[in-house]
Antibody, heavy 120, light 108 residues
């Protein structure tokens, strides 16, 4: 059973960057695509992008292209997501989720979520 | 991009009754659809994948059906713990993976 543990909550200033990590146990990053999904307060789920092992690289939703970087380090079993040029509307809970395949499918395991607050 | 539309936005049902939640895709997604349950302060929980396959440990009162563009999640004999927000998600065409906007299932 794959388990995901995320880094802790962050408070950031507008214009700064944040990096959230997701440590994977019970599975290997080479066999499981890791996606990042965010949820703004009171809102729904939004896929930001994911690391796709079959490509050996990340794919992103168009609206996050250029501002979000997703990486995966198999040596530490850790995936990371960095968001730059933070704005107040980036305030959200950020989740990592894993697929059972090396490409995105359904997400059968989720991290506990990391709250990122962007405020001056 | 596949746009996923869920209806209704809010559904009020009494405990013990049946709830039917709808999800529509803007274009065919075959059976590449998943359903999730989310409670306040928690991560989403996978219920159904492949449009109709229950995930491990999901009670049999949860069932999914549909293919192409029309999908339904049915919850029989609603229990108190079933009142939550439900999301559908397509994984047929990516990027991006897309979710519906959610249906809130509340106690009538």
């Amino acid at each position: 059973q794959v388990q995901l543990v995320q880094s802790g909550a962050e408070v950031k200033k507008p214009g700064s960057s944040v990096k959230v990590s997701c440590k994977v146990s019970g599975g290997t990053l080479s066999n499981h695509a890791i996606s990042w999904v965010r949820q703004a307060p009171g809102q729904g789920l939004e896929w930001m992008g994911g690391f796709i092992p079959i490509f050996g690289s990340a794919k992103y939703a168009q609206r996050f292209q250029g501002r979000v970087t997703i990486t995966a380090d198999e040596s530490t079993s850790t995936a990371s997501m960095e968001v730059t040029s933070l704005r107040s509307d980036d305030t959200a809970v950020y989740y990592c989720g894993t697929s059972t395949r090396p490409y995105p499918t359904w997400f059968d395991a989720w991290g506990q979520g990391t709250l990122v607050t962007v405020s001056s | 991009e596949r746009v996923m539309t869920q209806s209704p936005a809010t559904l009020s049902v009494s405990p013990g009754e049946r709830a039917a939640l709808s999800c529509r895709a803007s274009q065919s997604i075959s059976s590449n659809l998943a359903w999730y349950q989310q409670k306040p302060g928690q991560a989403p929980r996978l219920l159904i994948y492949g449009a109709s396959t229950r995930a491990t440990g999901i009670p049999v009162r949860f069932s999914g059906n549909g293919s192409g563009t029309e999908f339904t999640l049915t919850i029989n004999s609603l229990q108190s713990e079933d009142f939550a927000v439900y999301y559908c998600q397509q994984y047929n065409d990516w990027p991006p993976i897309t979710f519906g906007q959610g249906t809130r299932l509340e106690i009538k």
